[in-house]
């Protein structure tokens, strides 16, 4: 027996107006979403009541691991999705490489600096004998990544209390009011001000701004949490393998599980997403002696995030043909008894372009008794099974209830 967990992140949606009051999900035909849902379908509440609805707590619970109970903070997760894992009494948090004007925050991602600007600015700071000296007073290490996001980790006696301000919320602000505060409020001031002051002119910045692009010229560090411990996976459910997916906080939750989290080439979380590569690669793993793999695609949440319709309805249908469509024809060939639980990991509104807690619609496929297509929309999923907290999908999926 096999066992298949495939997200779409976001896709669950409400009525719009733009489709006639129909849902995004709803408006589509989704034939291969249909059969899925001739199984078990209905409606689980991903992101228990009380907890910010997000992709880290929601599909922390679709493991089994209730926020409630385990989850520290986003960035904890990001950080073990790039290897780096906590120890305790350390703290990591984001570093976001913003862009500051005469001491205003103008954007929380330095005019999205990426690539070599991005590495080659973070590489100079790390290697000035002034940061040095200031990051050593907190034991801060950073790990650099080629975006404008990377991950700081202190050392920090367990009753440390941190206050970060989130960049993205103050922008076109004096960044004077939001510096850290709490403990070590004045060292990690220091290090801002000094990031700021070996970045702002910095030859990669000087001619980034005679492209017309902005400075990336302080890092500004938020999100802090601490030390996260899952129970293993394996030990839960007797089964294990591997999750698929092109963000780092699916491979953080991954590797705290104990599963194997592999990257795929052209897996990039944005609608162009290479969706036949990480259907290879699930594939692969159950080839290779795994009973579960999990795919994970981001593209319907960001495209909800940018607003944007009609690319959300193109990714939810990239799924259906691209994943869903290749993953019945092909699971057969890897064994003839599997199961497949397809999800929205929480709704993301087009209407408010943000996640929303309500329960969605999931499905269960089982190979031996496939049942008669039902349409899979939010509608439908509400007359079927309710469960009202999401760290029993696993158990469904495994048939452990
Ligand atoms: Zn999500």
């Known amino acids: 027996m096999k066992y298949v967990l495939v997200i779409g992140d976001g896709m669950a949606d409400v009525a719009l107006d733009e489709l006639d009051g129909k849902t995004p999900i709803e408006s589509l035909n989704l034939p291969h979403f249909d059969i899925l849902a001739g199984g078990m379908f209905g409606t689980a509440q991903t992101v228990p009541f009380g907890v ?51 001491g205003i925050i103008h954007s929380h991602n330095g005019g999205n600096v990426e690539g070599d600007d991005a590495q080659g600015l973070m590489e100079y700071l790390v290697s000035q ?26 050392n920090a006696p367990d009753d440390f209390v941190f206050k970060m301000t989130e960049p993205h919320n103050v922008l076109e602000q004096p960044v004077a009011g939001y510096m850290p505060k709490g403990d070590y409020a004045q060292e990690m001031t220091d290090i801002m001000n000094i990031s700021y002051k070996l970045l702002d002119h910095h030859p990669i910045n000087e001619a980034r701004r005679n492209r017309g692009q902005m400075a990336a010229n302080m890092i500004w560090p938020w999100g802090p949490g601490r030390a996260m411990q899952l129970p293993s996976f394996k030990e839960k459910y007797g089964h294990a393998g591997d999750a698929v997916s092109a963000v780092p906080l699916v ?31 699930a594939l692969n793993s159950l080839r290779a002696g795994n009973d579960f793999a999990a795919i994970h695609v981001e ?14 309805l193109i990714a939810i249908k990239c799924i259906d043909e691209q994943i869903i469509a290749p993953l019945l024809e092909k699971m057969p060939e890897v064994d003839k008894d599997f199961r497949i639980l397809l999800l929205s990991d929480h709704p993301t509104l087009m209407t408010t372009r943000t996640h929303d807690g309500h329960a969605v619609p999931f499905a269960i496929y089982d190979s031996r008794k496939p049942g008669n297509p039902v349409k899979f929309d939010e509608k439908n999923a509400e007359k079927g099974v309710y469960l009202n907290n999401g760290d029993l999908l696993m158990p469904a999926l495994f048939e452990m209830m």
């Open 129 to 154: 004998p002034e940061f040095i000296d200031a990051a050593r007073k907190v034991g801060l290490k950073i790990h650099i990544s080629r975006t404008f996001r990377h991950i700081g980790v202190i």
């Open 52 to 102: 910010a609805p997000g992709s880290d707590t929601a599909i922390l619970n679709i493991f089994g691991y209730d926020p409630r109970k385990y989850y520290t903070g986003r960035s904890v997760l990001e950080a073990a999705g790039v290897g780096v894992i906590l120890k305790p009494g350390e703290v990591s948090f984001r570093v976001n490489l913003c862009n500051v004007e005469n």
């Open 299 to 312: 593209a319907p949440d960001e495209m909800s995030h940018a607003g944007n319709l009609k690319n959300k």
């Open 251 to 281: 491979w953080g939750i991954a590797n705290l599980a104990g599963l194997q989290a592999p990257s795929v080439e052209g897996a990039n979380g944005d609608i162009d997403t290479n969706y036949a590569g990480k259907l290879k690669a």
